[in-house]
């Protein structure tokens, strides 16, 4: 690949290399991208299969794995190029990785459009937080509920809807200041480490807290860190988290589209202080919120 063939706007990194005549001239124009670009961890990455004549039928999508994790591709909107919705954890490990994607062609056979994609770290900043005791240091009681709401959030991400439920760009939860404190890594009076895998919003008391996307309550319910909780299925992998709420407003099976009220936001859970917390989640790996927030969706679904 050239200089001459990437695109200008820089968000955009060009993965496919041009194919060989002798494997055909309709092959050649096959091209796999990823936005954005650089790739760093806890990005969440828009990956975009276009071929010469795009598949007839869903049955013959194209079909993927990266870092560990299986590509769920869907038609766009104009139904010429399938896309995946997918992303790197924020404790990924970083360098070289391998996204590997296999497509039918138009005369029935299969391209290898697989490649190698660099993860860059992201630097994050530290902190130093105080909370009650009990958060730091669960007593029996509290260590049984924690290993039960454990095994139910395992239970809620592990099924997922097979096609996606969300439509066009995300939108924040509140009308409220975020803060950058995605992937903080963080010190609970002085005892306990942890990295921040959400965005924290600077939401008062009673702050309207609002579905991101259209999607499936899957979660709605108090738990012991989140406090009141509400988790959104938005299909294929990906769910967003709402934490920390003096109110929940929804119900699990709920069917909510972008901009429904999900409740108010409060201080329950373990917190310093009232606050939204927000969480972005693709197959087991937590993404940056505000990077989901800058992707332009409009014209994919």
Known sequence: MTRARIPRFAFWLVLAAAISPQRGGAQAQSQVTITPAPVVAGSPELICVTLPAVAKSDGERPEGTWLGQKLQFFRGRDGSAWYALAGVDVQVQVGSSNLQISAPTAGGATTDLSRTVRILPAHYRTSTLTVAPKFVEPGPEEMTRIKAERALKDKVFASSAAEPLWSGNFRAPVRAAPTDSFGTRRTFNGKLASI?????????????????????????????????????????????????????????????????????????????????????????????????LRMDLSNVR
């Open 196 to 292: 921040h895998q959400g965005m924290d919003f600077r939401a008062a008391p009673g702050t309207p807290v609002r579905a991101g996307n259209s999607g499936v309550v899957v979660l709605a319910r108090p738990l012991y860190y989140e406090g009141n909780c509400v988790v959104i299925d938005h299909g294929l992998g990906l769910f967003t988290i709402s934490m920390h709420l003096s109110r929940i407003d929804v119900h699990d099976g709920d069917h909510v589209n972008t901009g429904q009220l999900l409740g108010l936001s409060g201080a329950t859970g373990r917190v310093t202080g009232p606050h939204l917390h927000w969480a972005v989640r693709w197959q087991s790996a937590y993404l940056d919120p505000a990077k989901l």
